[in-house]
């Protein structure tokens, strides 16, 4: 079956970085396009960005334009989320999705991990 595990979360200031990654297995990850969502409690889950399956083309949610850089290994089927600049409001639980073709609505996403939670104190 199909398995995405974030990793990589965890306490920083603000104005620091985390990298997180996400593994995956179970599926033919070169074909997929990888997205990362957010949610912070009480509020629904965020676009924070998409890559195509090459890795050639990404695209990025307003809030984290600028600050986030995604990439992807396809020789080892991961991906990973480069976070810079970061600010309380990057607090929220943050997770990998896949699906073929570029999307930021959550709802078009298959496949789920289970998050990573990022704080980011002020």
């Known amino acids: 079956q199909v398995q995405l595990v974030e990793s990589g979360g965890g306490l920083v200031q603000a104005g620091g970085s985390l990298r997180l990654s996400c593994a995956a297995s179970?599926?033919?990850?070169?074909?997929?396009?990888m997205g990362w969502f957010r949610q912070a409690p009480g509020k629904e889950r965020e676009f924070v960005g998409a890559i195509n399956w090459s890795g050639g083309t990404t695209y990025y949610g307003d809030s984290v334009k600028g600050r986030f850089t995604i990439s992807r290994d396809n020789a080892k089927s991961t991906v990973s989320l480069q976070m810079n600049s970061l600010k309380p409001e990057d607090t929220a639980v943050y997770y990998c999705?896949?699906?073929?073709?570029?999307?930021?609505?959550?709802?078009?996403?298959?496949?789920w991990g289970q998050g990573t939670q990022v704080t980011v104190s002020s």
């Open positions: 999705a896949a699906r073929y073709g570029l999307s930021s609505a959550s709802a078009e996403y298959d496949y």
């Open positions: 179970g599926l033919t990850f070169s074909s997929y396009v």
